[in-house]
Every structure is written in C-alpha cells, then in structure tokens.
C-alpha cells in the first residue's frame, strides 16, 4: 500500500504561483511513477503530469505545458507540482496518483492508477 497526501492548495490570482506537495508514505516510493490529475466541477478527471520513477523523464497535455512543472524528491518520498501562471480555468481539486507504470498516462482511465491521494483545491480567479 502506498498512501499518498496532497497539500499546498489555496485561492490565489491570475498569473500567480502556487507549488503542490505530495507526500508518500508506505511501500517503496521510488518504485513508482507519480503523476497528478485534476477535476474541476462538473467535468471528468483531467491528466496534469507525470514524472518516472528517477525524475528523468517527465510529460504534460498542451494545456499546462510550459506553464506546469513536476518534479520529485526520492529521499523525501514527496512529488511536487510547480504552476506559474495560474488561469482561472487552472481552478480544480489537484489529485496526486501513484502507478506502476509511466507510460500513457494521458490516454489511460486515470480511474485504473494504483493510488490516489484525497486531493487539494486550488482556485484561481480572475
């Protein structure tokens, strides 16, 4: 088991900052790939990032990218996400998720990954 729990959501600005924590505990963090997703009011869970088991390798769909970024910290078993320049269509719980496998987290049923953290909301107004 690997129980994972998000922190570092707030309200804050368009063209803001904000930097998500997530942190791991249980079986062997570094086994795994980490991503997080996100769900905004009425719509479907959303891919936001994913990074591999070293931190070399990392992807994100078109409507972050340049402006997100995932990084994470094996010693400390806690995965980031950095967002600049934050839009109000950002505004969403962030989950973070836990999965064996690295590839396709973009076209998987995010449903499917291994562990889910409960989540933090950030929102980002106009």
């Known amino acids: 088991q690997v129980q994972l729990v998000e922190s570092g959501g707030g309200l804050v600005q368009a063209g803001d900052s904000l930097r998500l924590s997530c942190a791991a505990s249980?079986?062997?963090?570094?086994?795994?790939?980490m991503g997080w997703f996100r769900q905004a009011p009425g719509k479907e869970r959303e891919f936001v990032a994913a990074?591999?088991?070293?931190?070399?390798?990392?992807y994100y769909p078109d409507s972050v990218k340049g402006r997100f970024t995932i990084s994470r910290d094996n010693a400390k078993n806690t995965v980031y996400l950095q967002m600049n320049s934050l839009k109000p269509e950002d505004t969403a719980v962030y989950y973070c998720a836990a999965d064996r496998f690295f590839g396709g987290w973009d076209t998987r049923d995010p449903y499917g990954m291994d562990y889910w953290g409960k989540g933090t909301l950030v929102t980002v107004s106009s």
């Open positions: 249980g079986r062997s963090f570094s086994g795994y790939a």
């Open positions: 990074i591999n088991w070293s931190g070399s390798s990392t």
